[in-house]
């Protein structure tokens, strides 16, 4: 019997097309011999749909209750320890054997759906509640890192209650320094501060996405990126890529809206021990923040060699340009490979968790 693997797409935040896209993506790619699907989207107002098959993604560029009044209204219960949708239109249920979510940004990468579907005791792709959430928070990100001797850059936490001084930012970090709400992504509300007028005003920006921004010292560096796939205790690591930036820094404008932004170079250029490096510290990486099933590692290469971590993402972009999967594709892992290694580990890590016994 095929696997009923659902996959989960859109949600409550500012990447939900990104998450459309990705999703469609997949659901392309999967190996359909192996895998049945279900087409589980969330609304942008948080409510869950099934829908039959893979139009949804030609149908609707976003997911909008107002416009899914005929949709089939699911949820996903668990019943005698085992994981079902139940369909409010049919009032039926329906097994399902793994969750692969694909919903970026908060509600999605953050833990929390990660903690429903353990909830459910439903297997699902990725990382578990506490990498999730940790990878999420760029403070509690860098405590781990630091704690674990991962090179990653100086920084300070500014709280919303609290005034900045910017002169006893420069003090501890130098200028220019970068400021980005601790819980954010797509670079929104990152900011490269030069002066002490440009530092109110896009101080202010960044504490509209989150009540803790975090500043963070200049690392004059290449981007490169790593995949990492596997078990925590068994992970493997991509050949890097790098994002030759044409912009001042990665922005949001680079990344989404100059389709010339970025260059992507897979495999980067890097010498052979500097390749080795990166990936051991992509390891490192994700062995130190509990990461389990997949993780981007994100690092700044400086002139000089030194090698800094600057950031995680625990549920990666899978459009067709994204990194992660091209990586892996660079690396001899081709995309429905990928795929099907994900839903293998989200059973192995579920078989893992029921080990360990709940009752005594
Ligand atoms: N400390 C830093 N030094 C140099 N550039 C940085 C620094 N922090 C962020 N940047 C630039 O800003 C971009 C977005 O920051 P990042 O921390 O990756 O946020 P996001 O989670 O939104 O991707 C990076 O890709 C990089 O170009
Ligand atoms: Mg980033």
């Not at 459309?20 to 942008?44: H, P, Q, T, W």
């Not at 850059?153 to 005034?163: D, E, R």
């Not at 709400?181 to 202010?204: M, R």
């Not at 500043?215 to 981007?223: K, L, S, V, Y």
Request: glycine residues 6%.
């Amino acid at each position: 019997m095929k696997k009923k693997i659902a996959i989960v797409f859109g949600g409550k935040s500012a990447e939900h097309e990104v998450s459309m896209n990705s999703a469609r993506n997949i659901c392309n790619a999967i190996d359909k011999n192996k895998f049945e699907i279900l087409y589980i989207g969330v609304s942008k107002q948080g409510s869950w749909y099934e829908f039959s098959n893979a139009n949804v993604f030609d149908t609707y560029k976003a997911l909008n209750d107002q416009e899914l009044k005929e949709a089939d209204l699911i949820t996903l219960i668990s019943y005698q320890e085992k994981p079902y949708i139940f369909s409010f239109k049919t009032q039926e249920k329906r097994a399902i054997d793994c969750a692969f979510p694909i919903i970026h940004g908060t509600m999605g990468e953050d833990g929390t759906l990660q903690g429903f579907f353990r909830i459910l005791n439903l297997p699902f792709v990725g990382c578990g509640v506490l990498s999730a959430s940790v990878g999420m928070d760029k403070e509690y990100m860098k405590r781990l890192m630091t704690e674990s001797g991962i090179a990653n850059s100086a920084y300070m936490i500014l709280k919303k209650s609290v005034p900045a001084n910017y002169h006893e930012i420069v003090k501890k970090l130098g200028s220019p320094f970068f400021i980005k709400p601790a819980n954010a992504g797509s670079s929104v509300g990152v900011h490269k501060i030069k002066s002490a007028e440009d530092f109110d005003p896009k101080l202010k920006d960044a504490f509209q996405y989150d009540l803790k921004v975090i500043a963070e010292e200049f690392i004059d560096g290449r981007e490169v990126e790593c995949s990492v796939l596997g078990l925590n205790q068994s992970p493997k690591a991509s050949l890097p890529g790098e994002l030759i930036v044409k912009h001042e820094f990665y922005s949001y404008e680079a990344k989404y809206l100059d389709p010339n932004g970025a260059e992507i170079v897979i495999p980067a250029k890097l010498t052979d021990e500097q390749v080795k490096e990166i990936q051991n510290l992509a390891i490192k990486t994700f062995q130190s923040l509990n990461c389990d099933g997949l993780t981007r590692v994100d690092f700044f290469v400086r002139k000089d060699g030194r090698v800094f971590v600057n950031e995680i993402n625990t549920l990666p972009g899978f459009t067709k340009i994204s990194m992660y999967p091209k990586m892996w594709e660079a690396s001899g892992l081709k995309y429905s490979d990928l795929i099907t290694e994900l839903v293998q580990l989200a059973f192995e890590k579920h078989q893992l968790d029921n080990q360990i016994k709940m009752s005594f």
